[in-house]
């Protein structure tokens, strides 16, 4: 059944998961016209139980199966006036050439996912539309069938361009800015991305993973090295926190009780919040370590700068999809081998 919104431009929700749902719910919630095209496994709940959204701060939104316009044909992009491809790395391929073959001349596409390098994917295949990167900082995750939780705070930002598609998309609860330094602010959120592998493997939440501070010292020298291969490919980068990018590994390192001073914002979590990654490995899917400390150490062999940390951890989630070990410690994963 279509959206009861009349108003504003049609939307459309290239990927309906945690991200998709969450964005898309709250969009259609402010009254927006928008459609989810998905697949089945995630669609299939919300036909049965509707769209629930929740967060850190107390928020509360429901929306019944009936106000929800949900499909798995890539058809409904043809009646998009603004595109946004919510799904996971490997899928971008995929989702461009769906858009491509059915996206009308004027409609915006923004990309509002993880890593680096999906836009100009999403630009390859569409050079004659309106391509925007964007960057979505805080975490979302499932909660129970149809049920979504934002778990951290954060504001999205999208690549500056024509007209005032940030005020568009931004709604009470779900704030957008536009930027003319979108990469880097994306590089900035790829090196707290970073740690939703380790996140995954630790079998710990976010806020005791940061309360600790063999964890905290594993995110810092992950950090570190990443560093120095973005520096070696001089790659721009603005961070996403107060603290400026290079002493975020000196901040991480901090005895705990100082830390929890002077990373006040960082404790921003709900207690018991993980990484999308690990509901990944939980559910048996592959995660998106390719596009993380896989391009890492992609990007270290091309400069000959040493990724070991990466290598690692990777090797470790690689492992893990395959049925291997989580549950690490810090120790552990350092000394990884596959």
């Known amino acids: 059944m279509k959206s009861k919104a009349t108003t504003g431009p049609h939307i459309v929700i290239a990927g309906a998961g945690a991200i998709g749902c969450y964005v898309g719910g709250m969009l259609a919630h402010a009254g927006h016209q928008v459609s989810f095209l998905g697949r089945p496994r995630v669609l299939d709940q919300l036909r049965l139980n509707g769209l629930r959204l929740s967060d850190y701060s107390g928020l509360g939104v429901s929306l019944s199966p009936e106000a929800l316009d949900l499909h798995e044909n890539p058809e ?60 979505v900082p805080f975490n979302v995750v499932p909660i129970a069938s149809g049920h979504y939780h934002r778990a951290t705070s954060g504001d999205i930002v999208i690549a500056a361009g024509p007209g005032a598609l940030d005020a568009t998309m931004s709604v009470e609860g779900l704030v957008v800015t536009q930027t003319q330094e979108i990469e880097a602010v994306q590089w900035g959120k790829f090196l707290l991305n970073l740690n939703n592998a380790p996140n995954a493997l630790s079998g710990l939440s976010l806020h005791s993973q940061l309360l600790s501070r063999p964890w905290r010292r594993l995110m810092a020298d992950q950090m570190a090295e990443a560093l120095r291969v973005l520096c070696a490919h001089d790659c721009p980068i603005r961070p996403t926190t107060p603290v400026p990018v290079g002493l975020v590994p000196h901040v991480l390192r ?32 592959i995660t998106e370590v390719d596009a993380l400390q896989g391009r890492i150490i992609e990007m270290g062999r091309a400069k000959s700068v040493p990724t070991p940390l990466n290598s690692s951890i990777h090797a ?23």
Not at 110 to 124: F, R
Not at 257 to 283: G, N
Not at 329 to 337: A, G, H, I, S, Y
Request: glycine share 6%; charged share 20%.
């Open 254 to 285: 901090l005895p705990t009780p100082l830390f929890r001073r002077v990373a006040a914002k960082m404790l921003t979590i709900d207690p018991q919040a993980r990484t999308s990654m690990a509901h990944d490995l939980e559910a048996g899917r």
């Open 76 to 135: 409904i992009i043809s009646q998009a006036d603004l595109i946004l491809v919510c799904v996971k790395s490997a899928a971008t391929p995929e989702v461009a050439g769906q858009i491509a073959a059915h996206a009308p001349p004027h409609a915006v596409i923004v990309s509002l996912q993880n890593g680096m390098g999906h836009a100009e994917t999403l630009s390859a295949a569409l050079p004659s539309h309106d391509v925007r990167a964007g960057m």
């Open 316 to 338: 470790a989630v690689k492992a893990a999809e395959q049925g291997g070990k989580t549950g690490f410690t810090p120790e552990q994963l350092r000394k990884f081998k596959c």
